[in-house]
């Protein structure tokens, strides 16, 4: 039978850095609050030096947008804001990093290191953010559940058939589904004691948002996967499981993107395994022999 978890993997999330928070606020701020964020993002160490006053004018905006900004990221004022970001600033993969996206002028080095910079950060960030209590309970519902379903389209569908081959592979009935009219029909016939999984680096893929609205409706119980806590995915999750993975211009952080999810989605199957290990170790080792006739032998 399944086992409880552990005490300490049902606390809450470790708080993510400021700049990690910021990133995933961005598409909810208004524009004046979001050129504050880019001045922040774009020099953390700087701006922590600014006056509300220097700060203000470095945005184009009024000192009163910059305390606004200061609540959206939950902090009472401006000063806690300059010592937040002193300290991120002190952090050493903030002072490693890159200074700029990639651009025409850089070498095949400068190439290499920036975007092995934005796939180790979103590792990182994403196991500093990811909800602890969110994680355990999601495991807890897979692994009693009838049927998961899994949503998503792109390079998120690519994220969600690893997590069907994971789960599939130690007995959980997991389908995933990229065909927006497919994966409607399936999330009708869901409901409690089910589980819809969407994933969307945005979170706001219209044909994964309307199936996890859809199986919530019937009753699933929902996850989201997603960059954008505040996104509309995650208003229709009962769970919802943050990655922290940095966009770009050139998109080099799709890449990015999906390592983050892939780290979410490594972190979910390890704990529904383990919520029955002994049934998950036979299951692995059942399904290695089954295929073992199919690799090339030496």
């Given at each position: 039978m399944p086992r409880d978890p552990e005490p300490a993997a049902t606390g809450h999330a470790v708080a993510p850095s400021l700049l990690v928070q910021l990133r995933g606020l961005r598409p909810s701020l208004s524009p004046a609050e979001d050129r504050v964020a880019e001045?922040?993002?774009?020099?953390p160490r700087g701006t922590a030096g600014l006056?509300?006053?220097?700060?203000?004018?470095?945005a184009g905006t009024s000192e009163t947008t910059v305390l606004r900004f200061c609540k959206r990221l939950g902090l009472p004022g401006y000063p806690q804001l300059r010592l937040a970001l002193a300290e991120a600033g002190t952090q050493p993969r903030t002072q490693a990093a890159p200074t700029s996206d990639i651009s025409a002028d850089d070498s095949i080095d400068d190439v290499i290191a920036k975007v092995a910079y934005a796939d180790a950060s979103a590792v990182e960030e994403t196991a500093e953010t990811i909800d602890r209590g969110a994680l355990?309970?999601?495991?807890?519902?897979?692994?009693g559940a009838g049927r998961v379903d899994v949503y998503g389209i792109g390079a998120s569908a690519l994220v969600g058939k690893d997590l069907q081959q994971k789960l599939h592979r130690i007995g959980s009935m997991v389908f995933c589904w990229n065909d927006p009219h497919v994966?409607?029909?399936?999330?009708?016939?869901l409901g409690p004691g089910d589980v819809a999984i969407g994933i969307s680096h945005?979170?706001?893929?219209?044909?994964?948002?309307?199936?996890?609205?859809l199986a919530r409706g019937k009753g699933a119980t929902t996850v989201a996967i997603t960059n954008f806590p505040l996104s509309r995915l995650a208003r229709d999750a009962d769970l919802v499981l943050a990655t922290a993975a940095r966009e770009s211009s050139?998109?080099?952080?799709?890449t990015a993107s999906r390592i983050?999810?892939?780290?979410?989605?490594d972190c979910l199957y390890i704990a529904v395994a383990q919520l029955d290990l002994d049934r998950a170790r036979t299951a692995v080792e059942d399904t290695r022999r089954a295929v073992a006739g199919h690799h090339v032998r030496h």
């Open positions: 001045r922040v993002l774009g020099d006056t509300i006053t220097e700060l203000a004018v470095a355990s309970t999601a495991a807890r519902a897979i692994a994966a409607l029909t399936s999330a009708t016939l945005s979170g706001t893929t219209t044909e994964t948002v309307e199936a996890l609205a050139l998109r080099s952080g799709a983050a999810a892939l780290t979410v989605v």
